[in-house]
């Protein structure tokens, strides 16, 4: 017997997934803290160069109004930590990749 198998595949743009969902859970408890301003999902898309763009997950204005860059990554493809790395060199803003751990979450600044 054939087990079907799909391709994961990406999300369409402007769905999140079950992890960027959960993080949004955290973003909102950060917001009603007061350590957070604003946030848009895929609020910002970055040239990088001639026909290569990066949208980070979450565009966050935190409380001091510094611009952050949250990436939330379950695994890495290959050109997206080039492309976090290229942009954190570009532009004046804050970048961090967050992945779920167990009940937290873990932090890497670019």
């Given at each position: 017997?054939?087990?079907?198998?799909?391709?994961?595949?990406?999300?369409?743009?402007?769905?999140?997934?079950?992890?960027?969902?959960?993080?949004?859970?955290?973003?909102?408890?950060?917001?009603h803290?007061?350590?957070?301003?604003?946030y848009?999902?895929?609020?910002?898309?970055?040239?990088?160069?001639?026909?290569?763009?990066?949208?980070?997950?979450?565009?966050?204005?935190?409380?001091?109004?510094?611009?952050?860059?949250?990436?939330?990554?379950?695994?890495?493809?290959?050109?997206?930590?080039?492309?976090?790395?290229?942009?954190?060199?570009?532009?004046?803003?804050?970048?961090?990749?967050?992945?779920?751990?167990?009940?937290?979450?873990?932090?890497?600044?670019?």
């Open positions: 017997m054939k087990a079907n198998i799909l391709a994961l595949g990406r999300m369409k743009q402007g769905t999140m997934n079950a992890t960027e969902t959960a993080y949004q859970t955290l973003l909102e408890q950060r917001k803290a007061g350590e957070v301003v604003w848009k999902f895929e609020g910002l898309k970055l040239r990088l160069a001639d026909n290569t763009f990066y949208t980070p997950d979450f565009a966050v204005m935190v409380g001091d109004g510094v611009i952050e860059c949250h990436e939330v990554k379950g695994f890495w493809r290959d050109d997206a930590r080039a492309k976090i790395k290229v942009a954190a060199d570009m532009y004046p803003f804050r970048f961090y990749a967050i992945k779920k751990k167990g009940r937290g979450w873990e932090i890497e600044e670019f």
